[in-house]
């Protein structure tokens, strides 16, 4: 749980304890656990808004390397059939 080991909860627990008492640790832990409720239902609103979007560009994306691609294969073509030289024919006349 958030990298903390069992030694360090009980440790924050003890200086929680002593700080705020028994009678407002409860309350204190409702809060602290409606505010980490809240984050995580922030985060999820937000990647479920963000997803779609991120999956549109990556397909954008794919399509502009495939279009690239084909281009840059197309050109290498025509380098090829202008730089080839015309192969002399045999005129034995």
Request: charged content about 25%; glycine content about 8%.
């Amino acid at each position: 749980m958030f990298g903390l080991g069992v030694g360090e909860i009980l440790i924050i627990l003890v200086i929680a304890f002593l700080l705020f008492g028994p009678k407002q640790l409860p309350e204190i832990g409702r809060q602290v656990g409606k505010a980490v409720k809240g984050l995580k239902e922030t985060a999820d609103d937000l990647r479920q808004s963000v997803e779609p979007e991120v999956n549109l560009i990556q397909q954008e994306v794919k399509m502009v390397e495939q279009d690239l691609s084909a281009s840059m294969k197309e050109a290498e073509q025509e380098i090829e059939g202008i730089t080839k030289k015309p192969e002399p024919t045999s005129s034995n006349t």
